[in-house]
């Protein structure tokens, strides 16, 4: 076994990128996925919301991960779940452990590195109270005993969150039983849709608490209630599970012991509209590269990947990363790509490069440029910039041909 192109995480990043190379003409695709079965987190999934940015379709997770894997040739692409890859190394050299891989090495002539976010567990969000052994979960975590039918522990659960994940779980809920009894949002607003709070009100009947803080959760070998902070005082809501949603973080150890520059704005790999990374043949996609977007962006990106990699082994597209750094000004939490090729590379088809913008706090009316040897060359203006919304900037905009410094500010 030695493929041309190794993958590593089969979920919409990396299964996009197989499509992607497939339909280019490549062979000898590795795919490889720990997991027991392929598709990452919404093979779990079974309510509706994946993949609009890639299909312009709404569809259940595994609908979705079902459609990626229908559109890759598999004479080309070999998929290998319960294959976790170990290590990577300059060159680009993997080494793989798996039922049908065994223990070995590999030399492929590109990686794409697609491992996508974890959530914090508990112990890492520094919640008070005491520890019970059951009843304290993670949203990927309740998706994963759901689809794999994993008794539920108990029926009333409190969900600590509010974005659009913390919602999926009504919806989840309503599969296995659960009945959510109430939802606790730290910040004065929720992070998603302002509509859902309503919505969870009135079609699910939970409260959801805004500026509320964990007291403390009570139990000994399960939960027993959870203490809310909330504006009103403390309030007890007795509950057999706590579910928290919401605090994503790269799963970059992989990238980080291979050596790739991680930003530390975002967690994940530095990359180049190109998907470059510092290491010469190594490119990056979806989620791992910050926390966190939805299913059809990662795909859309794990699609531009495959591109930009098939790019690569045909000789148009260089396997070293751009030199030009993106500067940014103050109120900018991050940008991916974080650095910009001047050169103009014909991609044929790619899907177009879907920059993720994000500010470090609320902010109104304000107009984002983008600006490059001291010139603007784009501006948007924006009503409202939230805080974990992805604000949209052309940096296509960018002139090619000579190099440059851009950069991304915020005028208020
Ligand atoms: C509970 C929940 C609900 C969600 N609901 C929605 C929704 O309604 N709509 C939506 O669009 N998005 C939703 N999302 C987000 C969506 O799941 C992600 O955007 C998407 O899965 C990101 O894709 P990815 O390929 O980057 O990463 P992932 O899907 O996380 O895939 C990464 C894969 O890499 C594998 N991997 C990691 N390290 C290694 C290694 N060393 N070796 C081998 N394999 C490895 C992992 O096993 C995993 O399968 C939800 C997420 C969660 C957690």
């Known amino acids: 076994m030695n493929p041309t192109v190794a993958i590593v995480g089969a979920g919409p990043a990396g299964l996009a990128a197989a499509a992607a190379l497939t339909a280019r003409g490549v062979r000898d695709i590795a795919v490889f996925d720990r997991d027991d079965t392929v598709g990452g987190l919404p093979r779990y999934c079974g309510h509706l919301g994946f993949g609009w940015e890639y299909s312009h379709r709404l569809e259940k997770g595994s609908a979705f991960i079902?459609?990626?894997?229908?559109?890759?040739?598999?004479?080309?692409?070999?998929?290998?779940?319960?294959?976790?890859?170990?290590?990577?190394?300059?060159?680009?050299?993997?080494?793989?452990?798996?039922?049908?891989?065994?223990?070995?090495?590999?030399?492929?002539?590109?990686?794409?590195?697609?491992?996508?976010?974890?959530?914090?567990?508990?112990a890492a969000r520094l919640v008070p109270g005491a520890r019970p052994e059951r009843g304290v979960l993670t949203t990927g975590a309740l998706q994963q005993m759901e689809t794999r039918g994993i008794p539920m522990p108990g029926p009333r659960a409190v969900v600590i969150g509010s974005e659009h994940v913390a919602f999926s779980v009504l919806l989840t809920a309503r599969h296995c039983g659960l009945k959510i009894v109430a939802m606790a949002e730290p910040g004065n607003r929720v992070l998603s849709l302002a509509v859902a709070r309503p919505i969870a009100r009135v079609v699910f009947g939970v409260p959801v608490f805004l500026n509320t803080e964990i007291e403390e959760i009570q139990g000994r070998a399960t939960v027993e209630a959870i203490v809310l902070r909330t504006p009103e005082g403390l309030r007890r809501i007795p509950c057999d599970c706590v579910i928290f949603s919401g605090s994503f973080v790269p799963d970059a150890p992989l990238s980080e012991e291979a050596g790739l520059a991680i930003d530390p704005r975002t967690g994940g790999p530095v990359i180049d509209q190109f998907m470059r990374t510092s290491q010469p043949g190594v490119f990056a996609a979806g989620n791992l590269l910050r926390p966190v977007e939805s299913s059809g962006v990662a795909a859309c990106e794990g699609a531009r990947a495959g591109a930009?990699?098939?790019?690569?082994?045909?000789?148009?597209?260089?396997?070293?990363?751009?030199?030009?750094?993106?500067?940014?000004?103050?109120?900018?939490?991050?940008?991916?790509?974080?650095?910009?090729?001047?050169?103009?590379?014909?991609?044929?088809?790619?899907?177009?490069?879907?920059?993720?913008?994000?500010?470090?706090?609320?902010?109104?009316?304000?107009?984002?440029?983008?600006?490059?040897?001291?010139?603007?060359?784009?501006?948007?203006?924006?009503?409202?910039?939230?805080?974990?919304?992805?604000?949209?900037?052309?940096?296509?905009?960018?002139?090619?041909?000579?190099?440059?410094?851009?950069?991304?500010?915020?005028?208020?």
């Open 66 to 122: 079902r459609r990626l894997i229908g559109e890759t040739d598999l004479s080309r692409a070999a998929l290998y779940p319960r294959t976790t890859v170990l290590e990577m190394a300059p060159g680009p050299v993997l080494r793989v452990v798996g039922p049908e891989t065994g223990l070995r090495e590999i030399r492929p002539k590109a990686v794409l590195v697609a491992t996508g976010v974890r959530e914090r567990p508990r």
């Open 308 to 412: 930009c990699i098939a790019a690569f082994l045909a000789g148009h597209l260089d396997g070293t990363q751009a030199a030009s750094v993106f500067g940014l000004g103050e109120g900018v939490r991050y940008l991916v790509p974080q650095r910009w090729a001047m050169d103009a590379v014909d991609l044929r088809d790619a899907r177009p490069l879907r920059p993720s913008l994000r500010v470090s706090s609320d902010m109104e009316a304000a107009r984002v440029t983008l600006a490059t040897d001291g010139a603007v060359v784009w501006q948007g203006r924006r009503r409202r910039l939230l805080r974990e919304r992805r604000i949209a900037i052309n940096l296509d905009a960018l002139p090619s041909g000579r190099p440059a410094a851009p950069r991304v500010d915020l005028v208020a």
